[in-house]
């Protein structure tokens, strides 16, 4: 049964700074995975989507790695602003079977001036 | 603009009552995916549908119901609402299994 999982749960920098967030899978079958941010009371908006064949994909400030041998996926933001506060959600598709994706907790960004 | 399209965006329902959430996209997706958030427990998949005409029970079906009777529409009703199903649920779709997600804004229920 695919788990995913995301750390930290909460992070709270200074405006500027570089960020990491982890996020790693269980099930390495994956067909891909997907990053979310998720505003206050608001939906889920699709950052940016790996296919298990890529290592990378890149939109911005933002660029998400994929190692499926590992069991994990990375969310790089450079110069994080105070807008770029939210939760980001991964998600990844496992081959088999129906598509289900399978969500981590997320991690909570905040972001001050 | 296109998208998914959910409704009501809030409700408060007593319990017994029924209930039918709505959710309509204009992409021509073929998979429809209904998704319940609550706190501590993430996203849980309730059902699914790969193309109109079928679906599938996800993680936490008990209690709900859902019917594709063609491309854009997958409404999912409530038959006799508990207080256990109050949550904030999302509407999701995709084209097939290589394109990405994407989600409505969101159903608050509140069932008292």
């Known amino acids: 049964k695919q788990e995913v999982t995301q750390i930290p749960a909460a992070l709270s920098v200074p405006e500027g700074e570089n960020l990491v967030l982890n996020c790693s899978f269980t099930?390495?079958?994956?067909?891909?995975l997907q990053w979310f941010r998720q505003d206050p009371g608001k939906g889920l908006t699709s950052l940016l989507l790996?296919?298990?064949?890529?290592r990378e994909q890149t939109s911005g400030r933002l660029n998400a790695s994929l190692d499926k041998s590992s069991g994990r996926s990375t969310l790089y933001i450079a110069a994080s602003q105070p807008g770029d506060s939210a939760t980001y959600l991964c998600?990844?598709?496992?081959?088999?079977?129906?598509?289900?994706?399978?969500f981590g907790a997320g991690t909570r960004l905040a972001v001050h001036p | 603009i296109a998208g998914i399209t959910q409704a009501p965006t809030s409700q408060i329902l007593a319990a017994g009552r029924r209930m039918t959430l709505r959710c309509t996209q204009d992409?021509?997706?073929?998979?429809m995916y209904w998704y319940r958030q609550d706190l501590g427990l993430g996203l849980r998949l309730i059902h699914y549908?790969?193309?109109?005409?079928?679906?599938g029970k996800g993680e936490v079906p008990d209690g709900y119901s859902v019917s594709r009777a063609n491309t854009d529409d997958f409404p999912l009703t409530l038959a006799s609402a508990v207080p256990s199903q109050t949550s904030v649920y999302f509407c999701a779709s995709s084209m097939d299994r290589g394109q990405g997600y994407t989600f409505g804004s969101g159903t608050r229920l509140t069932v008292v």
């Open positions: 998600a990844a598709l496992s081959s088999g079977g129906y598509n289900k994706l399978i």
């Open positions: 790996i296919q298990s064949s890529q």
């Open positions: 992409m021509r997706h073929n998979a």
């Open positions: 549908s790969n193309t109109a005409g079928t679906t």
């Open positions: 099930d390495s079958a994956i067909y891909n």
